[in-house]
């Protein structure tokens, strides 16, 4: 399969951001609840986490370090409980507040305006972030030009032959490659909005994606289709 050249790329992912006109659900959030927001997305769908932050919200007031600090992890589980595995989410929320208040000086925004490199280490040693969402976090709470690989960028990655292996790097790497640092942000959200309503896991809808004739795996399983013999 052939991948996706350059200029397809872009004149793909420009038809994308036309298309989804995103808004970017970090606007109005501290730097904190963005990072607890990005930690409850983990594994389950957008309006569970909603949910979950709300939970949040309703049982602990405005969401700060310090409040979450001295939570119980069983509190916050019972709070959160819409956006999955909860016993887990609730522990990382409790020791990345405790951390962020003790050891950070309560302040999320003063290690975000550390140099890139820097900032990601630090976030990337907090419990319950890897890499996908120290890149969120990166991206939405400090406007760096990173494009973090959600389970849908990498799909979309794959099918298009940007990259032969699920790697998150190598994903995030072949996808910065490609686009200017200006747009990453607004293109990591369009693939995003992309992959969930049309590129999706299963019975993707090509017949209605208006960027399939750039889609070597569109071609590929209509080939397939093509050739297979009639029984
Ligand atoms: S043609 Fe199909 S596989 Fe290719 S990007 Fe569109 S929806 Fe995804």
């Not at 990259?163 to 190598?170: F, K, L, N, Q, T």
Request: proline share 5%.
């Amino acid at each position: 399969m052939r991948p996706v050249d350059d200029q397809a790329f872009r004149d793909a992912m420009r038809v994308l951001e036309r298309r989804h006109r995103v808004t970017d659900w970090a606007a109005g959030m501290t730097s904190f609840e963005i990072l607890v927001s990005t930690i409850l997305s983990q594994s389950t769908t957008v309006r569970n986490e909603r949910l979950g932050m709300d939970g949040l919200r309703a049982a602990f007031g405005d969401l700060t370090p310090e409040t979450l600090a001295t939570a119980s992890p069983r509190a916050i589980e019972r709070a959160i409980w819409h956006a999955g595995l909860a016993r887990r989410k609730s522990r990382h929320i409790r020791d990345v507040a405790r951390i962020v208040s003790r050891d950070l000086g309560g302040d999320l925004d003063r290690v975000l305006r550390r140099p890139a490199g820097e900032s990601r280490e630090v976030l990337l040693a907090l419990p319950g972030v890897g890499p996908k969402t120290a890149d969120v976090m990166l991206a939405m709470a400090a406007n760096r030009p990173v494009f973090p690989v959600d389970t849908h960028v990498a799909r979309v990655a794959r099918r298009w032959g940007l990259v032969r292996r699920a790697d998150y790097e190598e994903t995030r790497e072949a996808l910065e490659k490609r686009t200017s640092p200006s747009r990453r942000k607004a293109w990591h959200l369009a693939m995003i909005a992309h992959g969930r309503e049309t590129c999706t896991a299963r019975n993707p809808r090509c017949g209605a994606c208006p960027v399939s004739t750039e889609c070597d795996w569109y071609r590929a399983r209509n080939r397939r289709r093509r050739d297979k013999p009639l029984r």
